[in-house]
């Protein structure tokens, strides 16, 4: 099966159909416009997007009277870093903007993917932060950039 559209998301869907099948992806695997996944049933599936667009958790791939296709996105191992001042959030900005580590924003949280150096880099400035899994909303896209 080649799919090359999505046809809407779980989340606002009114009808339901009896039957789910989920595709598990990472969170990374989203932006890819073409890939080759397999349902929890086994079936093979072929994703080419003709529109550029980032696929999302829930996702309808598929979908008949019986059957749908849906996308589930996998937890991925993060730190969740929560600077309680102003200068802690300056001083992790600076430091993991100059790794061009990719991070995302919820409420006052900062959230960048799991890496030992940055928990301890975490650790020596004494920001607070959790170590978790969790289901992200979009995919961590690395940083384009050059020095010159």
């Known amino acids: 099966m080649m799919v090359e559209k999505v046809v809407g998301n779980i989340t606002t869907l009114e009808k339901r159909v009896p039957h789910i099948e989920r595709v598990y992806m990472r969170s990374d695997d989203l932006v890819k416009r073409v890939k080759r996944v397999v349902t929890d049933h086994g079936k093979e599936i072929g994703i080419r997007l003709k529109e550029h667009q980032e696929l999302q958790d829930g996702d309808i791939l598929y979908m008949d009277d019986h059957n749908m296709i849906v996308i589930s996105v996998l937890e991925d191992d993060v730190l969740t870093i929560k600077p309680t001042s102003m200068q802690q959030m300056g001083e992790i900005a600076h430091q ?37 899994k969790r289901k992200m909303k979009q995919a961590f896209r690395p940083i384009g950039h050059r020095h010159e």
């Open 96 to 132: 993991l903007g100059n790794r061009h580590l990719p991070a995302q924003f919820e409420g006052n949280e900062m959230i960048v993917q799991y890496d030992y150096l940055v928990e301890e880099l975490l650790q020596k400035l004494s920001i607070p932060f959790t170590r978790e």
